[in-house]
């Protein structure tokens, strides 16, 4: 791809160890002991709250810790500090002298916690644990544009129609346009593996609107074919309320190197024609059969080639817009970071210096974005592999930036 970029009443501290996971095992994390601890404890994310907490319009994580050895006293008390805060936001425990607590921040981002076991004034042992709560990107919904329609993601209409057909192509271009909508939201998500971010289409009522990006999917056009999206470059997330655009129009655009005869030959069996190139330009004709009733099942039944046809298609279109809304939140969280050109794998643009097939990198393509490597419209059979993804350098920046603890 190509992207433009700017560069409960509380009783007493109980020292009871935790109830263990449904699983009887331990949920994952690591035991951090003092050099010559009294005793060995361990951060842990509580297993039924994986998930984001919310909080007087912030959001949080849960935490225990696990006393390993020896066996605590009535006399042991908790405490928790925060040692570290997320961009200098307000961190803060529901609990802080209790094995379990809540911890809360205003802002996403690193924070770094602390538990000590305390007796007699005393600290017997510590643990340390970098952490985050999550940054949300809220992606806007794709609708019924003038690109899905030449690409054949809508019914064609006929005056002979009765009333349960055109009730029957009404619903079904719903339930495309909502496929779509879930495939990009998965698809964006995907490669942010170990990363604290949640792709939604509409972020949860409590967490503040200065701590969402909102990702605009638009029909806009850039005055140069190959661009597909933008955002500026926010080196360490310092501003979690952005506003990235990604460019549905462009997507569908072919023709042009990034895309080639791949994107054409899984497009048309369904499409009405292919989007210009650039603004004003005009529209390639194609010969496919928009989708129809019954045409759209995921997955699809083995041997129907129509829905098998399609599902191709639905699968291409939100990898490849996927793929885009994950490189600009790539850009909005810093990547590529580094002063001048060539510094830290940074090239003049913002992107990756060495380009190979990355998402960062300043172009990629249709064929590398979807992880489609052939497709033949006569069986409607697709091989492929594992679309585009971030380099360990570009991922060890991001989890740096929202760790996820365990």
């Known amino acids: 791809m ?16 935790p109830p263990r996971t449904p699983s009887g ?21 509580t297993a039924a709250n994986r998930n984001f907490m919310t909080f007087g319009g912030t959001t949080g994580v849960e935490l225990f810790i696990a006393i390993a050895n020896p066996k ?22 529901d609990k802080s002298d209790q094995l379990i607590t809540r911890v809360f921040a205003d802002k996403p981002n690193n924070t770094k916690v602390k538990v000590e076991i305390i007796e007699n004034g005393q600290s017997l042992c510590s643990a340390e644990a970098e952490i985050s709560v999550p940054q949300f990107f809220e992606v806007g919904r794709v609708s019924f544009t003038e690109t899905f329609e030449d690409l054949g993601f ?3 209409p006929d005056p002979k129609d009765s009333m349960a057909v055109k009730a029957a192509k009404a619903q079904l271009e719903l339930d495309t346009i909502g496929l779509i909508n879930v495939g990009i939201l998965d698809a964006a998500a995907r490669p942010f593996d170990g990363v604290n971010v949640r792709f939604v289409g509409k972020a949860p009522p409590a967490v503040l609107a200065k701590n969402v990006t909102s ?27 952005q ?53 759209v099942l995921i997955p699809p039944r083995p041997g129907n080639v129509r829905q098998l046809q399609v599902a191709a298609a639905i699968y291409a279109l939100t990898q490849f817009l996927g793929a885009t809304v994950a490189h600009e939140a790539g850009h909005s969280l ?48 697709l091989t492929r592999t594992k679309p585009a993804g971030f380099t360990a350098a570009n991922l060890a920046i ?8 365990g």
Request: charged share 20%; glycine share 12%.
């Open 72 to 93: 605590p006293t009535d006399t042991q008390t908790v405490k928790w500090s925060v040692v570290r805060g997320a961009n200098d936001g307000n961190v803060r425990f």
């Open 334 to 381: 810093g990547l590529v970071p580094g002063g001048a050109a060539g510094a830290a794998g940074k090239d003049a643009s913002g992107h990756n210096a060495k380009p190979a097939g990355n998402i960062m990198d300043a172009a990629t393509g249709f064929a590398v974005d979807t992880g489609i490597q052939r497709y033949d419209p006569k069986t409607g059979k």
């Open 25 to 45: 095992k331990q949920p994952p994390g690591e035991l951090i002991a003092d050099p010559k601890p009294k005793c060995r404890i361990g951060i842990f994310l």
């Open 215 to 241: 990702v605009a999917l638009t029909e806009f056009r850039a005055a140069t074919s190959n661009i597909l999206g933008e955002a500026g470059l926010d080196v360490g997330n310092k501003d979690p309320n």
């Open 2 to 17: 190509t992207s433009s970029s700017s560069s409960p009443k509380q009783g007493p501290p109980s020292v009871q160890v």
């Open 243 to 295: 506003t990235l655009e990604v460019y549905v129009a462009q997507h569908g655009a072919e023709g042009s190197s990034p895309f080639g005869a791949l994107f054409r030959r899984v497009f048309n069996p369904i499409a009405r024609r292919y989007p210009a190139q650039k603004a004003g330009g005009r529209k390639k004709k194609a010969f496919g059969t928009p989708i129809q009733p019954g045409d």
């Open 398 to 405: 991001l989890r740096k930036i929202l760790p996820v603890l």
């Open 154 to 156: 809508t019914a064609t």
